[in-house]
T-cell receptor, first 108, second 113 residues
Framework: RKEVEQDPGPFNVPEGATVAFNCTYS??????FFWYRQDCRKEPKLLMS???SGNEDGRFTAQLNRASQYISLLIRDSKLSDSATYLC?????????FGQGTELSVKP | DADVTQTPRNRITKTGKRIMLECSQT?????MYWYRQDPGLGLRLIYY???????NKGEISDGYSVSRQAQAKFSLSLESAIPNQTALYFC????????????FGPGTRLLVL
């Protein structure tokens, strides 16, 4: 079993849609959780950290369920500029472990 | 100026050649990392260093070596390049705080013919 598994993509959605990405992880000792965004083979950039209480940053909401070892990212009112690959990432022993990413394409 | 820089940004080389990829950072972070990214496989850790005298193998270290010359510099070498080392290589840094995430350089595209 992979340490981090994400929804297979690509997700193709119209502008204004709400889209949700899911991610599961296998190691319960994982310390921290993040969502990264990666554009067109550029470097991954931190989108947001994920906290057990859930957290929101504008149109983006992240949730963590430690009991189920599950992380989610919700994007509301999708914009064309949200088109990218979203990487689910956890931190374990000082190292980051990446999911393979889910591609999002927002269409006009 | 970028906080994490990588040189070269693009490189084409031939099988059997030795090649070095350089990473420099101005963030003052202690920890540095090298990853490779292949389509459909996500990022995989090659080597990492938590301090100048510290070198650790990652998930896929075979065929690679590293050198941490200073806090700000971490080099990745391919001793004898082979075609399946064609990939996008990223350097990253992080501070000692275990809750902090990592910050990536712009990447080096390597093609081994």
């Amino acid at each position: 079993r992979k340490e981090v598994e994400q929804d297979p993509g690509p997700f193709n959605v119209p502008e204004g849609a709400t889209v949700a990405f899911n991610c599961t992880y296998s190691n319960s000792a994982s310390q921290s959780f993040f969502w990264y965004r990666q554009d067109c083979r550029k470097e991954p950039k931190l989108l947001m950290s994920v906290y057990s209480s859930g957290n929101e940053d504008g149109r983006f909401t992240a949730q963590l369920n430690r009991a189920s070892q599950y992380i989610s990212l919700l994007i509301r009112d999708s914009k064309l500029s949200d088109s990218a690959t979203y990487l689910c990432v956890l931190k374990l022993g000082g190292k980051l472990i990446f999911g393979q990413g889910t591609e999002l394409s927002v269409k006009p | 100026d970028a906080d994490v820089t990588q040189t070269p940004r693009n490189r084409i080389t031939k099988t059997g050649k030795r090649i070095m990829l350089e990473c420099s950072q101005t963030k003052g972070h202690d920890r540095m990392y090298w990853y490779r990214q292949d389509p459909g496989l996500g990022l995989r850790l090659i080597y990492y260093s938590f301090d100048v005298k510290d070198i650790n193998k990652g998930e896929i270290s075979d065929g690679y070596s590293v050198s941490r010359q200073a806090q700000a510099k971490f080099s990745l070498s391919l001793e004898s390049a082979i075609p399946n080392q064609t990939a996008l290589y990223f350097c990253a840094t992080s501070p000692k705080d275990s809750q902090e995430t990592q910050y990536f350089g712009p990447g080096t595209r390597l093609l081994v013919l």
